[in-house]
C-alpha cells in the first residue's frame, strides 16, 4: 500500500503564494512520475504539472511562469510553488505518483486533495 499526503493548501489573496507538498510513503521500490492536478467545483480534474525521475517537468499552460514543481527523491515528496495566484487557480489540489512495489508490481496513487482557495 502507498499513502500520499498532502499539506500547505489555504486562503489566500489573489498574487498570494502558497507551497503544496506531498510525501509518499509505504513499502516503495521506486518512485517515477509526480504529479499535481486539480479539480474546481463542477469541472473535471485537470493536469497542473508533472516531474519525471530525471527531473524534467511538464506544465499546463495557464500556470506556466508562476508554478514550479519539484521533488526530493530522498523524502518521497513532491512539491508544488504557487506564485502570482488568481481566483480562477481555486480548486482541490491533488497529488499523484507512480511507481513500483517491486520488479513486476507498478502503483499509481492520488493523495486525498488539499483545498486551494484564492480570494480577497
Known amino acids: 500500500q502507498v499513502q500520499l499526503v498532502e499539506s500547505g493548501g489555504g486562503l489566500v489573496q489573489p498574487g498570494g503564494s502558497l507551497r503544496l507538498s506531498c510525501a509518499a510513503s509505504g513499502n516503495i521500490f521506486s518512485i517515477n512520475t509526480m504529479g499535481w492536478y486539480r479539480q474546481a467545483p463542477g469541472n473535471e480534474r485537470e493536469l497542473v504539472a508533472t516531474?519525471?525521475?530525471?527531473?524534467?517537468?511538464n506544465y499546463e499552460d495557464s500556470v506556466k511562469g508562476r508554478f514550479t514543481i519539484s521533488r526530493d527523491n530522498a523524502k518521497k515528496t513532491v512539491y508544488l510553488e504557487m506564485n502570482s495566484l488568481k481566483p480562477e487557480d481555486t480548486a482541490v489540489y491533488y497529488c499523484?505518483?507512480?511507481?513500483?512495489?517491486?520488479?513486476?508490481?507498478?502503483?499509481?496513487?492520488w493523495g486525498q486533495g488539499t483545498q486551494v482557495t484564492v480570494s480577497s
Open positions: 499523484n505518483v507512480d511507481g513500483s512495489f517491486d520488479s513486476r508490481r507498478t502503483f499509481r496513487s
Open positions: 516531474i519525471t525521475s530525471g527531473g524534467s517537468t
